[in-house]
């Protein structure tokens, strides 16, 4: 796993470019299996979770090729209906392959995705929500099989009793075969729910509703082609945002959507930063010193992203004050808070609830990355630390981030990526 070495004390400034949003490429990938036909994806990330995904699709038979920031999926030759264990260690949110090979074949025998740092992990909603549409599962263990009686799903109402934003993911592309309309209700609403509906409207859904609570999938006639788009990664402008907090300056992002981080923008603007929001464009300015603003509760979207919460703790850690962080979405998502102490921060976790009051100096010292958002996180706080901080394991950090380090090395930033 790769180390990166950040020396603290620079300012950054400039501008960037925001990435393709991991969390929309990995469920149009899927998608791409439904109709048979030839997906054609622009603004795609160079991640390791895309390159899992291709992996995955290749070895399901689909033609994939990769250029630049296109991805061409031709899911024609697909003979395969199950992931094995050694592609599904490789990114467990492969778990959304379900729906659309369901849909696709009439059966899916998949391992068991893993828990992670974030905690168990488990499938449950998207299992009742399947067998709501008529799925038989078979959860052994280790390796759950679905199977459509006759070879099809029956559309149905289904409820889900959490927004999970996968099970609502894999729902919309098991519905796109099944017989009748599917009525989806308390559905996730994030952005990338949205940015799949729009794929699968181009590839011949008739499917409304995704932004809001309720979702309504009727007949499915695929189209040969499909050119898609991925909506720009919110997390990615959240982190940038966060980490030039934390390391102090001015900086511009662009080619983003400012309403998909409305939150993001006003804990920081709380916390003194000055934000200017243009049509794709936002640009920040840090005060002398950032203050602690108002608590950080982790809600689905709308509300504030659990993704950016180890983002805008990094920020706090030598802002004046005590911020106060309620993660509501994951069952175990502050082990940077162990990472962060070592550099001198003081932040007390109790439960689901995190303290973080500001200290005068950070000191560099060498952390390990937990998971994907924490591993940048200690990237951010390192922006701000005294000296070397060296981030072992970062391997989780490019799952997730398309050079993230070159990209604040743009703005200024000292990183060095080294294997
Ligand atoms: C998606 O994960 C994202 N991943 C996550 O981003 C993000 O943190 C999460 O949504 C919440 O916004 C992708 O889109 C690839 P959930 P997902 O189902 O779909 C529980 C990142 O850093 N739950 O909304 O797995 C679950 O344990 C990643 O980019 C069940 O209990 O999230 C969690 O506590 C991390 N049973 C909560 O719901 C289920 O069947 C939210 O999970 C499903 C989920």
């Known amino acids: 796993m790769p180390v990166w070495k950040v020396r603290g004390g620079n300012e950054l400034s400039g501008s960037a470019r925001v990435q393709g949003a991991k969390n929309a490429v990995l469920p149009i990938l899927a998608a791409s299996l439904v109709g048979g036909?030839?997906?054609?994806?622009?603004?795609?990330?160079?991640?390791?979770?895309?390159?899992?995904?291709?992996?995955?699709?290749?070895?399901?038979?689909?033609?994939?090729?990769?250029?630049?920031?296109?991805?061409?999926?031709n899911s024609a030759g697909?003979?395969?209906?199950?992931?094995?264990?050694?592609?599904?260690?490789?990114?467990?949110?492969?778990?959304?392959?379900?729906?659309?090979?369901?849909?696709?074949?009439?059966?899916?025998?998949?391992?068991?995705?893993?828990?992670?740092?974030?905690?168990?992990?488990?499938?449950?909603?998207?299992?009742k929500a399947l067998e709501t549409m008529g799925a038989e599962v078979r959860d052994a263990g280790a390796e759950v099989v679905c199977r459509a009686?006759?070879?099809?799903?029956?559309?149905?109402?289904?409820?889900?009793?959490?927004?999970?934003?996968?099970?609502?993911?894999?729902?919309?592309?098991a519905a796109c075969a099944a017989e009748g309309e599917t009525v989806l209700t308390n559905a996730a609403r994030e952005p990338e729910i949205v940015d799949l509906q729009r794929c699968l409207i181009s590839a011949g859904a008739e499917i409304s509703g995704a932004g809001t609570p309720e979702i309504h999938i009727g007949a499915f006639r695929p189209r040969p082609e499909t050119e898609h788009r991925i909506v720009p990664d919110r997390i990615e402008a959240a982190t940038l945002l966060c980490a030039a907090a934390s390391a102090g300056g001015d900086i511009e992002l662009r080619d983003l959507a400012p309403a998909h981080i409305d939150t993001v923008c006003a804990c920081l603007r709380d916390m003194g930063c000055r934000i200017v929001c243009g049509a794709d464009t936002?640009?920040?300015?840090?005060?002398?010193?950032?203050?602690?603003?108002?608590?950080?509760?982790?809600?689905?979207y709308p509300g504030f992203p659990t993704d950016a919460q180890a983002l805008l703790m990094a920020a706090c850690l030598r802002a004046e004050g005590t911020a106060v962080f309620v993660e509501n979405i994951?069952?175990?998502?502050?082990?940077?808070?162990?990472?962060?102490?070592?550099?001198?921060?003081?932040?007390?976790?109790?439960?689901?609830?995190?303290?973080?009051?500001?200290?005068h100096r950070l000191t560099g010292a060498p952390l390990t990355a937990w998971d994907l958002r924490g591993g940048a996180a200690l990237v951010a706080a390192g922006l701000a630390a005294e000296g070397e901080t060296q981030v072992f394991d970062a391997g989780h950090i490019e799952r997730g981030y398309d050079d993230l380090a070159g990209k604040l090395r743009s703005l200024g930033a000292d990183v060095v990526r080294e294997e």
């Not at 997906?39 to 250029?67: M, Q, T, W, Y």
């Not at 379900?98 to 391992?111: N, Q, Y």
């Not at 006759?150 to 409820?159: E, M, P, S, T």
């Not at 069952?331 to 976790?349: C, F, K, N, Q």
């Open 37 to 73: 036909g030839v997906f054609r994806l622009r603004n795609c990330p160079r991640l390791k979770d895309v390159d899992a995904s291709i992996e995955i699709l290749r070895h399901l038979g689909c033609a994939v090729e990769r250029e630049e920031d296109a991805i061409t999926v």
């Open 78 to 127: 697909m003979r395969d209906n199950h992931i094995p264990h050694a592609l599904m260690l490789k990114m467990r949110s492969s778990v959304m392959y379900m729906g659309a090979i369901l849909a696709r074949t009439g059966e899916v025998r998949l391992s068991t995705p893993g828990g992670c740092e974030l905690g168990s992990r488990p499938i449950d909603l998207h299992l």
């Open 149 to 173: 009686p006759g070879g099809r799903l029956r559309g149905a109402h289904v409820n889900l009793d959490f927004p999970s934003v996968g099970a609502t993911e894999n729902v919309m592309l």
């Open 282 to 300: 936002v640009r920040l300015r840090t005060p002398k010193r950032l203050r602690a603003g108002r608590p950080v509760i982790t809600k689905p």
């Open 330 to 359: 994951f069952e175990s998502r502050y082990r940077h808070a162990d990472e962060l102490r070592r550099l001198g921060a003081d932040i007390r976790v109790e439960g689901r609830v995190a303290m973080v009051t500001g200290v």
